[in-house]
């Protein structure tokens, strides 16, 4: 996401994942932790709650946490003057016990061995698989718009916007008009 300023960008960073989330809770906030959340040169992290889950209503009582880390940087044409890059995120669904299901995660800086986007299938699917939970499923990157139609679609959670698909479409392609990530 791009902006005139430094804040600038981080604002139209924060208020894209803001939009997507409130498609699923209207209620969550999108929190800067531990920063200002757009200092350049240093590392930042943003989630909704704080880092607290989500409530997400639907059949079942599921959860959903989400963080992206990112830094600030100079850029040039419709990327500039500054823009957001994302240097990791975690997006993870999590059953009524704190059970994780399904984790999505890029962490190339991570002290991990494993630094590809993957997915992790958690305990809370009840996966019988021993250390299935542990295990690295290589994927493409997955955007939290992929994650949260995914909720909706597949796991019954009760979107709480009508226009949901639009707001996710947008969203989507205001990250993809200015990544640097290849498809």
């Not at 005139?4 to 498609?23: D, G, L, M, T, W």
């Not at 290589?138 to 979107?159: A, M």
């Not at 009508?162 to 205001?174: N, P």
Request: charged fraction near 20%.
């Amino acid at each position: 996401m791009a902006g005139a300023s430094p804040y600038e960008a981080f604002e139209e960073f924060r208020r894209s994942i803001q939009k997507a989330v409130s498609c699923v809770n209207s209620q969550a906030h999108l929190w800067a932790v531990n920063s200002n959340g757009y200092s350049p040169g240093q590392t930042h992290a943003v989630t909704p709650e704080g880092g607290e889950p989500v409530n997400l209503a639907g059949e079942r009582t599921l959860r959903l946490t989400s963080q992206f880390d990112y830094h600030i940087e100079k850029a040039e044409g419709k990327r500039g003057p500054w823009k957001v890059t994302t240097e990791a995120y975690q997006h993870s669904l999590e059953d009524e016990n704190g059970l994780e299901i399904v984790a999505y995660q890029w962490h190339p800086r991570n002290a991990s061995a494993y630094t590809l986007p993957h997915l992790h299938i958690g305990t809370g699917i009840g996966a019988s698989l021993g250390g299935i939970h542990k295990y690295h499923f290589p994927t493409g990157r997955v955007s939290l718009e992929d994650v949260l139609g995914l909720v909706i679609r597949e796991f019954g959670v009760e979107p709480v916007r009508d226009d949901w698909e639009d707001v996710l479409r947008e969203t989507q392609a205001g990250y993809e008009d200015t990544r640097t990530w290849p498809l």
